[in-house]
């Protein structure tokens, strides 16, 4: 018997099919018109994504980048907690899903979900995508404004991925808040970009006050070391493009790179890495410089070289957003 496809893959044969009889034409124009207004300052009461040509062309496009980023960043959380396994999911402002199939992903085996988003053409598309995903079958797909108003029920994990960009600051504030109220554990991932970065560390703030530790990225619950507006946090994620990213974007590479922000926190104890890799490391002859976010906390440069032995063979083997050291 032949073992299931991984969530990725079965994510992207699903996706595949969503775009058949929809003129590429008109799927990139779609889309282009899409990513002009869908991540900017659009309230959640008036949905951007108006019918299934509109949803089945952003979610063939952006799904994917959101899957992996949100991954990515579940992983991190995954490894500051290697016993826990959350019992049940709320994605806030979840659109499609793409976080659900990242939650399944990273644990396996079923819970109960809710997608919470205001724009039922992307619940409705959710629905039928997720039908390729026997653990997602079940998941209640419900039509709620993402703000102030907002109420949650007890859940053990909250997600909230490229949301809080379309939220004013109040219903930023209520919406972290309620997420920290409502779930032992709370992940949140925005674009990798200084203003996305600015909300993330808000948020992050705003759990700590709450009482959440910090899990993933950083490698301590204190204020972040980065001095404001002198650099931003973000890290990558590489995702495998579909035909469609190609006709909308050109070139000729298979993949793109997201790049992303994000907090993972929770209100049982957590052990966060060491330090963090919070740079593309660079790979010189006979030593690899690595920039850190370390434990004090602090940035910092080290440099591992030839004379470390196995430590500099992981340094080689270190990427962007991985723990450091590497655990034995």
């Known amino acids: 018997m032949n073992a299931p496809a991984p969530p990725a893959e079965t994510l992207r044969a699903a996706l595949a ?7 590429p034409r008109q799927a990139s124009q779609a889309v282009e018109r899409l990513i002009a207004s869908y991540r900017g300052a659009t ?14 062309a952003y979610a063939a496009y952006r799904m994917p980048a959101t899957f992996e980023a949100v991954r990515s960043a579940l992983e991190a959380f995954a490894e ?5 396994v959350p019992g049940s999911h709320t994605d806030l402002g979840g659109g499609t899903g793409a976080a659900a199939w990242a939650v399944s992903a990273t644990w396996g085996g079923e819970r109960p979900v809710t997608v919470l988003d205001w724009a039922e053409p992307a619940l409705a598309l959710g629905r039928e995508i997720a039908a390729a995903d026997p653990a997602l079958r079940d998941v209640r797909w419900q039509r709620s404004r993402i703000g102030a108003a907002l109420t949650l ?3 053990d994990l909250v997600t909230v991925s490229y949301v809080l960009n379309e939220l004013t600051a109040p219903d930023r504030t209520a919406l972290v808040e309620a997420a920290a109220a409502a779930a032992q554990a709370v992940v949140i991932v925005e674009p ?3 203003d996305g970065y600015a909300r993330v560390i808000e948020a992050r703030d705003r759990l700590v006050g709450a009482g959440f530790h910090v ?20 890290f990558s994620a590489r995702v495998s493009r579909s035909s469609l990213h190609r006709q909308v ?3 000729s590479l298979p993949y793109e790179d997201e790049k992303f922000s994000y907090v993972a926190a929770a209100r049982f104890p957590v052990t ?3 330090s963090r890799v919070v740079r593309r490391p660079q790979i010189r002859k006979g030593q690899v410089l690595l920039d850190l976010c370390e434990t004090e906390p602090s940035l910092h440069r080290t440099t591992v070289t030839k004379r470390n032995g196995d430590l500099y063979k992981a340094a080689r083997d270190a990427d962007w957003g991985d723990a450091w050291p590497p655990a034995p």
């Open 17 to 23: 099919g969503l775009l058949d009889g929809l003129p």
């Open 43 to 56: 309230p959640t009461d008036a949905p951007i994504l108006r019918d299934r040509a509109d949803v089945a």
């Open 80 to 84: 500051a907690a290697p016993a826990w």
């Open 153 to 155: 029920e007890s859940t």
């Open 192 to 194: 990798g970009t200084p």
């Open 215 to 234: 899990a993933a990225p950083c490698p301590h619950s204190a204020a972040c070391p980065i001095a404001p507006g002198t650099d931003w946090c973000h």
């Open 249 to 251: 974007k050109g070139g």
């Open 272 to 274: 966060p890495a060491p």
